[in-house]
């Protein structure tokens, strides 16, 4: 891995300006671009006064897997994985400055895996990978019925038991039923220590990719084996999120749309006596 180096100019950076710039502009914006031309990589890096050393896992951008953890607009991608041999043009970008540098990337002499090999290997990547992409759009879809019926309970509170008695059981049920998915996912929250269920399915995905990467070239037999598994796995649970949203979520929807209540609280004039 070749190291990279910037040093700031002199006048930037200091205590007093470092207080009033936004946290985003003290990362340095890095573009990994290949020989024809494509944008493999994005990442950002930190930054601070002085010699400066940014590393890049030669690597590409890799797709995110199912996470309770939201990801923020300015996160980077997820690496993915390795770049195949040859010359990669750095691009930086920090607070309106640019430079780039050559990388050229070499295959491991102690190994004798062939382009064709590392192609399969790819292939096998990216099979997977549009797996999780769908599997991990499930599981957003989730945590987005959670906030909607956070949203609508706290919109409720001063409406009269009476009026939402039903969409309070609806959305009981529902999140019910959202709980039940989610441990087909991963596991539940607030469990103590480090959680390791491989008999889930991001258990399952991770063992499938540790599968693709102990191969040479084209996926094993367990590689191949857990791929179809997981992508039963994930079109399985696709068809039941996809059953929740159209029929219960649907109906819960149309039952706090028709309610006829103001959601404000009547408020009585202040008087003093």
Same mark, same amino acid.
């Given at each position: 891995?070749?190291?990279?180096?910037?040093?700031?100019?002199?006048?930037?950076?200091?205590? %007093? &300006?470092?207080?009033?710039?936004?946290? =985003?502009?003290?990362?340095?914006?890095? $573009?990994?671009? *290949?020989? +024809?031309?494509?944008?493999?990589?994005?990442?950002?890096?930190?930054?601070?006064?002085?010699?400066?050393?940014?590393?890049?896992?030669?690597?590409?951008?890799?797709?995110?897997?199912?996470?309770?953890?939201?990801?923020?607009?300015?996160?980077?991608?997820?690496?993915?994985?390795?770049?195949?041999?040859?010359?990669?043009?750095?691009?930086?970008?920090?607070?309106?400055?640019?430079?780039?540098?050559?990388?050229?990337?070499?295959?491991?002499?102690?190994?004798?895996?062939?382009?064709?090999?590392?192609?399969?290997?790819?292939?096998?990547? %990216? &099979?997977?990978?549009?797996?999780?992409? =769908?599997?991990?759009?499930?599981?957003? $879809?989730?945590? *987005?019925? +959670?906030?909607?019926?956070?949203?609508?309970?706290?919109?409720?509170?001063?409406?009269?038991?009476?009026?939402?008695?039903?969409?309070?059981?609806?959305?009981?049920?529902?999140?019910?039923?959202?709980?039940?998915?989610?441990?087909?996912?991963?596991?539940?929250?607030?469990?103590?220590?480090?959680?390791?269920?491989?008999?889930?399915?991001?258990?399952?995905?991770?063992?499938?990719?540790?599968?693709?990467?102990?191969?040479?070239?084209?996926?094993?037999?367990?590689?191949?084996?857990?791929?179809?598994?997981?992508?039963?796995?994930?079109? %399985?649970?696709?068809?039941?999120?996809?059953?929740?949203?159209?029929?219960?979520?649907?109906?819960?929807?149309?039952?706090?749309?028709?309610?006829?209540?103001?959601?404000?609280?009547?408020?009585?004039?202040?008087?003093?006596?």
């Amino acid at each position: 891995m070749k190291e990279l180096a910037e040093k700031k100019p002199e006048g930037e950076g200091g205590d %007093d &300006e470092k207080k009033g710039d936004d946290k =985003k502009d003290d990362k340095v914006k890095i $573009r990994v671009i *290949d020989a +024809k031309g494509d944008t493999v990589r994005t990442f950002s890096a930190k930054v601070d006064t002085g010699l400066v050393r940014i590393n890049w896992g030669l690597n590409e951008d890799g797709v995110r897997y199912p996470s309770r953890r939201k990801p923020k607009p300015e996160d980077d991608k997820p690496g993915g994985y390795s770049v195949l041999p040859g010359t990669y043009k750095l691009m930086f970008a920090y607070k309106g400055k640019t430079d780039s540098t050559n990388v050229t990337v070499h295959a491991d002499p102690r190994m004798n895996t062939t382009l064709a090999d590392r192609l399969a290997q790819r292939a096998a990547y %990216d &099979e997977l990978g549009k797996i999780a992409e =769908k599997a991990t759009a499930g599981f957003d $879809r989730l945590q *987005d019925l +959670k906030a909607n019926i956070k949203l609508v309970n706290s919109a409720l509170e001063n409406v009269p038991d009476s009026l939402k008695k039903d969409i309070g059981k609806m959305a009981k049920s529902i999140q019910d039923s959202i709980t039940a998915l989610e441990k087909r996912y991963m596991s539940p929250e607030g469990l103590k220590g480090i959680q390791r269920d491989p008999e889930n399915i991001t258990g399952h995905i991770w063992r499938t990719r540790s599968y693709i990467e102990s191969s040479d070239g084209a996926p094993n037999q367990n590689a191949r084996i857990m791929t179809e598994k997981v992508r039963k796995e994930v079109a %399985d649970i696709l068809t039941d999120i996809n059953r929740l949203v159209e029929k219960d979520f649907t109906e819960y929807k149309k039952k706090v749309e028709a309610l006829q209540y103001s959601l404000f609280k009547p408020y009585e004039p202040v008087k003093l006596d």
